[in-house]
């Protein structure tokens, strides 16, 4: 059993930061790629951020600049630095992992509950 966590989403004014964080549980060897998605109101769940093991990252365009996606190999943890912040950005965030690998067993694909960003103007 692979379970991911998010942490860190909550309200913040247009311009401010938050940090999101999404752990890992269960006997896992090692994850092929961590990403964040995103969901607004009525929208599909678009791709934020993804890092591959060895560190390669991808932004959406919008982010490009203002999002920072880190992980560690080590904890199998993904983190999103997000600074200014927009109302547009608000949104339900997963954390996302891409082969999964445990002692018995690959996940092809294992998804977090989501974290609620809202961003006030």
């Known amino acids: 059993q692979v379970q991911l966590v998010e942490t860190g989403g909550g309200l913040v004014q247009s311009g401010g930061s938050l940090r999101l964080s999404c752990a890992t549980s269960g006997d896992i060897l090692s994850i092929a790629l961590m990403a964040w998605y995103r969901q607004a109101p009525g929208k599909p769940r678009d791709l934020v951020a993804s890092i591959t093991g060895g560190g390669t990252t991808n932004y959406m365009d919008s982010v490009k600049d203002r999002f920072t996606i880190s992980r560690d190999n080590a904890q199998n943890t993904v983190s999103l630095q997000m600074n200014g912040l927009q109302v547009e950005d608000t949104a339900l965030y997963y954390c996302?992992?891409?082969?999964?690998?445990?002692?018995?067993?690959?996940?092809?694909?294992?998804w977090g509950q989501g974290t609620l960003v809202a961003v006030s103007s």
């Open positions: 996302n992992a891409v082969n999964v690998a445990t002692t018995h067993s690959t996940y092809p694909e294992v």
